[in-house]
């Protein structure tokens, strides 16, 4: 016997498995469903998503836009850190998934629902991540995972079930993939890409023109920072999200941000993924030039350390845990002088740093230059190489008495 539920709150998105899950949740438990669409600044017809919520049953449809939201409390964090998953994946995803499930409790309360659900299957992160954050606002709701319940175990039962009951969805049999978009990126696995030999087709892609097909002319823009934060673009001031749009678009347009990995999920297997992430990328770069010049280098080097453990804390679905806040305080006082201009050079597929300057910056022509300078001496070179060597001297004497 499945528990008494009598209102749930459904993180939908309008695609093949929340649109299946909607229907099954009606069905199953004999319940009012209300779904929760966000608007992370995907391009998606929010109008339609509302049509078919409607048409599948849902009874109070919840639309909105936390686009500057998302890029202000979640994105700008994290790339104040640097951070990125296993060397490659800028974690698109996994920002947005504390953001949905701690508004989705919040309207779970307001509407007097006793359970929240996702669409996340029982062999993927998104599970951890969605109810780590349900569980940290509200620790005694209920949660319903279909996939870790349902009998429908593949894309291709899901899709027969939404033929059966007259659903529509995007997902066909040409192309199986499941997706994920928002503002900082879009993803996609499952399908061909299940075999990580196949190359990814080139029709998958969205955000990002073919780097070969790319404009055969560099472009070079400058972004302004302020403690960390890119807040100006060739010299017009704009909004977190707008910043962000306008980079995915540069990025887009010279083919910046295609990745394929194969990460380690938090339950255990590989998985393959393909992402487009071209303002990210681009922005991810050109902090790091504003830090070259901004940041102490003993400040710069224990940060950077603790990179890959932030980066697995947000992949995890840790966002609102003690350690996490306890590191984002650390990071965000490491850029309180990460401040000034980056110039990048978009050609192809990369973005490279062509210039930086900054009132802050630590970078000192006199100390650096291969001219004649009065401030260095060289010959303090000498006692320093030799004191840093005299442990290897000992060692290497010790072996010959």
Not at 215 to 238: C, H, M, R, W, Y
Not at 293 to 305: A, G, N, P, W, Y
């Amino acid at each position: 016997m499945k528990e008494k539920v009598n209102k749930v709150v459904l993180a939908y998105s309008g695609g093949l498995d929340t649109s299946v899950i909607l229907k099954w949740l009606v069905e199953t438990y004999d319940c009012e469903v209300v779904t929760f669409s966000a608007n992370l600044g995907q391009d998606e017809d929010m109008g339609q998503i509302e049509t078919n919520a409607r048409k599948t049953g849902a009874s109070k449809i919840f639309i909105e836009d936390l686009t500057e939201v998302f890029v202000k409390d979640y994105v700008f964090p994290a790339f104040r850190a640097n951070a990125v998953y296993e060397g490659q994946y800028l974690l698109g995803t996994s920002l947005a998934r504390p953001l949905i499930a701690k508004r989705q409790v919040e309207i779970a309360e307001a509407e007097g629902a006793d359970a929240v659900s996702h669409g996340a299957t029982g062999k993927g992160n998104d599970q951890v991540r969605f109810e780590l954050g349900y569980l940290a606002h509200n620790p005694s709701i209920k949660i319903i995972a279909p996939w870790r319940e349902w009998d429908l175990d593949s894309r291709t039962a899901l899709m027969a079930f939404a033929q059966k009951h007259g659903i529509e969805v995007p997902t066909t049999r040409s192309k199986p993939y499941s997706t994920d978009w928002n503002l900082l990126h879009i993803s996609y696995e499952g399908g061909i890409l299940e075999d990580p030999w196949a190359a990814a087709p080139d029709d998958i892609y969205t955000l990002t023109t073919a780097p070969q097909a790319a404009p055969d002319e560099e472009e070079v823009v400058d972004i302004t920072f302020e403690q960390g934060n890119p807040v100006a673009l060739n010299g017009k001031s704009l909004s977190p999200a707008k910043m962000l749009r306008a980079l995915n678009e540069l990025g887009g347009r010279h083919g910046i941000g295609r990745v394929d990995i194969v990460e380690n999920r938090f339950v255990g297997m590989k998985s393959r993924g393909v992402y487009e992430t071209p303002g990210g990328t681009i922005l991810r770069n050109a902090h790091m030039a504003m830090e070259s010049i901004t940041m102490d280098r003993e400040v710069m080097h224990l940060r950077d350390s603790l990179i890959p453990k932030y980066a697995q804390l947000i992949y995890n679905g840790f966002w609102f845990a003690p350690e996490m806040r306890l590191m984002q305080r650390m990071i965000d006082d490491t850029q309180q002088d990460v401040t000034g201009e980056v110039r990048m050079g978009l050609f192809k597929g990369a973005c490279r740093v062509i210039g930086r300057r900054s009132d802050f910056s630590l970078y000192s022509e006199a100390f650096a230059t291969f001219e004649d300078d009065e401030v260095y001496s060289q010959k303090d070179a000498e006692g320093f190489i030799r004191l840093n060597a005299l442990r290897l001297r000992i060692q290497q004497l010790m072996k010959k008495a």
